[in-house]
């Protein structure tokens, strides 16, 4: 049986701070960055709640130096670190607690390309997988979020954690492409 459609969705730009994540029915996220006069930038993640209509889901406000700072998702605010600390069992993985409680990790797969997203079970619920750069109207395509609905306690869906696994997703891909 093939997987519902929102499910996959691919992931415009090199850049994860100025991208578009979209499916067959559109953009579903979209990261828009913005530098103020003082040379502050801040990325604001938004998320469609209908045709023409966005809800914010966050806003990251990075350092002066243009490293991590600090996010704002919800009410929560949180230093961008603590959403991908570095996790000791696994080299280059980075891990963070979602609103459910639980402790998320995101880690390379051996042998591959992929980076998977692992609950606290250790259970693959979401998946990155960068592919070949290829144009679509949305924009350049440079890979795809997989989100496996059914894996694990089966919340991945929900828009709180849905939200704060493509703002990690986000940050896992902007700390491999700069070496944070």
């Not at 980075?94 to 980076?115: C, E, K, M």
């Amino acid at each position: 049986m093939a997987a519902p459609s929102n499910e996959v969705l691919s992931w415009t730009s090199q850049d994860p701070r100025e991208s578009q994540l979209f499916n067959a029915w559109g953009v579903v996220y979209r990261f828009a960055t913005v530098v103020a006069p003082s040379g502050q930038s801040t990325t604001t993640l938004w998320r469609a709640v209908r045709a023409n209509k966005e809800d914010r889901v966050a806003k990251l406000e990075w350092a002066s130096n243009g490293g991590l700072g600090r996010a704002v998702i919800g009410k929560n605010t949180v230093p961008m670190s603590d959403l991908v600390r570095p996790d000791p069992r696994y080299p280059g993985a980075r891990i963070f607690n979602a609103p459910d409680g639980l402790t998320y990790r995101w880690r390379q797969t051996p042998g591959s390309a992929d980076v998977v997203l692992e609950d606290s079970a250790g259970n693959v619920v979401a998946v990155f997988r960068p592919t070949r750069p290829t144009r679509y109207q949305i924009g350049d395509v440079y890979g795809e979020l997989h989100f496996l609905r059914n894996a694990g306690a089966a919340t991945i869906m929900h828009p709180p954690i849905m939200d704060t696994v493509t703002v990690t997703a986000m940050l896992y891909r902007f700390c491999q492409a700069f070496g944070l």
